[in-house]
């Protein structure tokens, strides 16, 4: 997507819990200073490993993965693999690789970044090469942790939601490197983050920035959500970590019944009044931008 504006990923080395509370993470919630920043971590693993671990009560399985394959045997031309782990209970409970993966669990070092009690969910992860997984937010903070093999992740800060053509968390647009602009024109209007995650790498995903992942080779990973809002915030049936905040499930079910009362009205007075609406959303809920950090375009390295 050459016409967009193209950022780099801020990169920290030898990140201790002090740096990164300080110079990565925003002290303040809903700070206007949140990138995302990779860095290079203590993250141990090895393919075999993770091919003979034994998954417990995985509903996500990759049969040959435990057949011995080596990763370019389990990789089949023309067909695409991707694992994501699972709670034990797939619809209430969140994956934990402790939980999960046991034996893997001991070979990987989950950065004490966080509180424990803000722990949510570790999500192992395989992926195929090639494989790529469309733009969405979470609604946590997520470390995601490359083990093996290398991956292109591209991000949109959330200031850029209005760009990404959103249905719910995702974006419509699939293919963000030859987009079809006639179809998306606004989308080049979205500053582009790009880094490559080598084996090793850490990637810091705040709550809410939007990211497309593209595995360069079959590769192994783990990520760990936090939770940084108040408990009862979140939606309590929510094992993935992706519902939106129940304030804000309520805030668009309002919206909707008033896009509804709206209809009863003609449709150039529908028009006048979604903009004044507009306007007053913009004015009352809309993070002040007076900096170009605010507008989530941070160029520190
Ligand atoms: O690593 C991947 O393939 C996807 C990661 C992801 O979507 C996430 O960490 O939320």
């Not at 983050?193 to 497309?212: K, M, R």
């Amino acid at each position: 997507m050459d016409c967009q504006e193209k950022l780099e990923v801020p990169v920290y080395t030898d990140v201790d819990r002090e740096t990164f509370l300080r110079d990565i993470y925003p002290l303040t919630s809903g700070s206007e200073a949140r990138a995302p920043g990779a860095q290079c971590a203590r993250v141990d693993g090895e393919l075999s490993r993770a091919e003979g671990g034994r998954p417990r009560g995985q509903s996500a399985r990759v049969p040959r993965a435990q057949d011995g394959l080596s990763a370019q045997e389990l990789c089949v031309q023309d067909e695409s693999y991707y694992l994501r782990s699972l709670g034990e209970d797939v619809r209430k409970e969140p994956a934990d690789l402790r939980k999960q993966f046991p034996e893997l669990a001991e070979d990987f070092d989950i950065p004490q970044f966080f509180e424990p009690e803000q722990f949510f969910s570790s999500v192992f992860r395989i992926s195929s090469p090639g494989l790529q997984l469309w733009t969405h937010y979470d609604v946590m903070d997520n470390l995601l942790a490359q083990v093996t093999g290398r991956k292109r992740v591209v991000l949109y800060s959330p200031k850029d939601a209005l760009y990404l053509y959103l249905t719910g968390d995702k974006s419509e647009v699939l293919d963000i490197d030859t987009t079809d602009l006639q179809r998306y024109p606004e989308f080049v209007k979205a500053s582009r983050y790009e880094c490559i995650l080598e084996p090793g790498d850490l990637l810091f995903i705040p709550a809410l920035w939007f990211h497309n992942t593209l595995a360069l080779q079959f590769g192994v990973g783990v990520n760990v959500f936090w939770r940084h809002l108040p408990p009862e915030s979140y939606d309590k049936k929510d094992p993935y970590g992706n519902k939106d905040p129940v304030a804000a499930s309520r805030a668009l079910q309002s919206l909707e019944r008033t896009l509804g009362i709206l209809e009863e009205l003609p449709p150039d007075y529908q028009d006048f009044y979604a903009r004044c609406m507009v306007l007053r959303i913009q004015n009352r809920a809309y993070l002040r931008q007076t900096t170009e950090a605010s507008q989530g375009n941070l160029h520190t390295t």
